[in-house]
């Protein structure tokens, strides 16, 4: 099915685009997620809004879309199953998504880890964490107390992996890349963990969490990854459904060298180092215990008040 329409609208270039409303994103990005645009024109529509930028209605929108076909894991429990995108993985710092993972199983939390590669130069989560010994769902299922899973995002949406994976045709990131750091994979009570990388998406990511009415923390985050930079403390925001429960702003200064994290680790050396500071946490960075701590706090509250 033609999108030409849509992408006349968006694709007049940094001055001249014009802004879909939320109800326009979502009938755009179900016809994408469905298969059904062909090649040139799916292509054009990724380039184009990577030139104009999503607004919050459009994020929200294409949320939408992909909220009435996105498989889930069920959550029958009162406790919220912390959700961390990986998509990104690791090239200069260690990979340390799988560290605040296992942080977080360790207070009691369960946490489903979902992501893939759209580039091959990077390490990935999912195969530290099969190194680490980790299980790779294969199914959905739901989550047994304290686990830690790693789920593929083709495996929650066909469709969006397609879409991510036009990343390797056009060398650019697209639309896709943002929502899989916002979408909730989980039917029950969920937080969510969204970066950014770049500064000013910061606004328009907090604004689409708050359309979506999300249990979230929002932080600036390591090479594109839901963790916390090992070497600064940065400003994070907690929001339940939608609402800004708790904000944490500290001064964005060096707490340690980047030297002091080894560089160039493959998996196995990744998942060695991992478990190398799991057995001596006086070792773990302050600003990942710290951002595991903020976690630990947004899912009690959640699980205590209705």
């Not at 990104?88 to 710092?93: P, Q, S, T, V």
């Not at 060398?171 to 937080?191: C, D, E, Y």
């Not at 899912?299 to 205590?304: E, L």
Request: aromatic share 4%.
């Amino acid at each position: 099915m033609s999108i030409s329409h849509f992408i006349q609208k968006v694709g007049r270039g940094k001055q001249g685009a014009r802004d879909l409303s939320r109800e326009q994103a979502a009938e755009l990005m179900g016809l994408v997620l469905d298969g059904e645009v062909p090649d040139l024109q799916l292509g054009a529509f990724c380039i184009a809004m990577r030139v104009k930028g999503e607004t919050a209605q459009e994020m929200a929108g294409f949320l939408d879309a992909l909220d009435s076909r996105l498989q889930r894991i069920h959550n029958d429990s009162a406790a919220p199953v912390v959700v961390l995108p990986s998509y990104n993985g690791a090239r200069r710092l260690p990979l340390f998504t799988p560290l605040l993972a296992l942080l977080l199983s360790g207070q009691g939390l369960r946490v489903m880890v979902h992501g893939g590669n759209t580039e091959d130069s990077r390490v990935s989560t999912q195969a530290v964490m099969s190194a680490m010994g980790l299980p790779v769902l294969n199914t959905l299922r739901s989550l047994a107390d304290r686990e830690v899973v790693y789920v593929p995002a083709a495996l929650l949406s066909p469709g969006l992996w397609r879409l991510l994976q036009v990343r390797r045709t056009t060398g650019l990131r697209n639309s896709a890349h943002s929502l899989v750091k916002m979408m909730n994979p989980v039917r029950g009570p969920a937080v969510l963990v969204a970066s950014y990388t770049h500064p000013e998406y910061d606004s328009a990511m907090r604004e689409t969490l708050q359309l979506m009415q999300a249990n979230a923390m929002l932080l600036r985050g390591t090479e594109g990854e839901p963790v916390a930079d090992p070497r600064r403390m940065r400003k994070s925001a907690l929001l339940k459904a939608g609402v800004l429960f708790a904000e944490h702003n500290p001064q964005d200064t060096l707490s340690a060298d980047s030297t002091a994290y080894p560089g160039g680790l493959s998996a196995g050396q990744t998942a060695d180092y991992l478990g190398s500071l799991l057995a001596h946490p006086e070792n773990i960075p302050a600003p990942i215990l710290a951002q595991a701590a903020q976690l630990y706090g947004l899912a009690q509250h959640i699980s205590v008040t209705p």
